[in-house]
């Protein structure tokens, strides 16, 4: 069940959230860019760079809860051990970010 090949569909609520998180994260970078041009502080913008990947990471576990709650609660019990070879990989690749 590799994640490429056998995409998840996402329920419609968190397929919102997960869409209104990621608007708001591209607002983020869009005023770092701003902060960049405008010549502000350096610490200044390392912290909303810091607060971006925050809001990165809060997406990506979102999304990461939600396709644990489909693969594994929705899977068929022959294929599980499958399922959780592939959350197993998406957790990996999370913590390796």
Do not use: F, K
Not at 36 to 45: A, F, T, W
């Amino acid at each position: 069940m590799n994640g490429a090949s056998s995409p998840t569909p996402v329920r419609p609520a968190a397929t919102a959230e997960l869409i209104n998180r990621l608007h708001r994260i591209e607002g983020q970078v869009h005023g770092i860019t701003a902060m960049v041009e405008n010549g502000e502080p350096c610490v200044d913008m390392l912290t909303q760079i810091a607060a971006a990947r925050g809001a990165l990471r809060g997406a990506a576990l979102a999304l990461l809860d939600e396709h644990l709650r489909r693969c594994l609660v929705d899977v068929a019990p022959a294929t599980r051990a499958e399922a959780v070879d592939d959350a197993s990989d998406a957790i990996a690749r999370l913590l390796r970010s």
